[in-house]
């Protein structure tokens, strides 16, 4: 079936640096999707992206957190600078359209360790 | 806020035995939401299993059902005879704030399906 790409799978860096989140989504879908999910909880929304803006946030998506596609290239999520807090899996997901049927395509996931 | 709570795994079950993977549900964003069960298997991503969006109504895939149950916030999971190839980590999760792109997962149960 159709798939979501993340690069990296694991990224390991120190506390105060940037990292950046690729995800390459699935062709000819539109809305966009990041998670968190720190070890042993629950995944957790953290923004949706439709045509080149954010459609909505969590209070997770703290003021150190952007995303952006540009020209249609990777979705990426970028984090400066980075916290320990920060340390969790962070899922990408795509849908064709507004996700009212729940068909969120999901990635297998980036996990970011802070130092 | 909105949340969601499902059997803690791991959940190990031999090969033509029946399942059931218990999720409750708390919506305080919208009176009715709607209802999925996503699936990893291992070494993929994320992929809806079923949904279901009217109160009442049954979800069905590969074997698996589902029903909305408003009377007692409920969408179980269940499976009368499961495979080895069922084996992979089930998510109970609600969609609300009137977009389901926002999707309120639980914390997953891990199946594991003895041959």
């Known amino acids: 079936g159709p798939k979501v790409l993340q690069i990296p799978s694991h990224q390991i860096i120190d506390m105060g640096q940037m990292v950046t989140l690729n995800c390459d989504p699935v062709?000819?879908?539109?809305?966009f999707y990041w998670y968190k999910q720190i070890l042993g909880q629950q995944m957790e929304f953290l923004v949706n992206?439709?045509?080149?803006?954010?459609?909505?946030k969590s209070k997770l998506f703290k003021d150190q957190f952007s995303v952006e596609r540009p020209d249609g290239s990777y979705f990426t999520l970028k984090i400066q600078p980075t916290a320990l807090e920060d340390s969790a899996v962070y899922f990408c997901?795509?849908?064709?359209?507004?996700?009212?049927?729940?068909?969120?395509?999901f990635g297998e996931g980036s996990k970011l360790t802070v130092l | 806020g909105d949340s969601v709570t499902q059997t803690e795994g791991p959940v190990t079950v031999s090969e033509s035995e029946s399942l059931i993977i218990n999720c409750t549900y708390s919506?305080?964003?919208?009176?009715?939401?709607?209802l999925f069960w996503y699936v990893r298997y291992p070494g993929e991503g994320l992929q809806l299993l079923l949904k279901?969006?009217?109160?009442?109504q049954k979800g069905s895939s590969r074997g698996f059902e589902a029903t909305y149950n408003k009377e007692t916030t409920s969408f179980h999971l269940q499976k009368a005879s499961v495979q080895e190839s069922d084996s992979a980590v089930y998510y109970c999760?609600?969609?609300?704030?009137?977009?389901?792109?926002?999707?309120?997962f639980g914390k997953g149960t891990k199946l594991s399906v003895k041959s």
């Open positions: 919506a305080t964003s919208i009176a009715y939401p709607n």
């Open positions: 997901a795509s849908s064709p359209r507004q996700a009212n049927t729940g068909q969120l395509y």
């Open positions: 279901v969006i009217t109160a009442g």
């Open positions: 999760a609600l969609g609300s704030g009137g977009s389901n792109a926002k999707l309120t």
């Open positions: 062709s000819n879908h539109l809305y």
């Open positions: 992206f439709y045509n080149g803006k954010v459609m909505e």
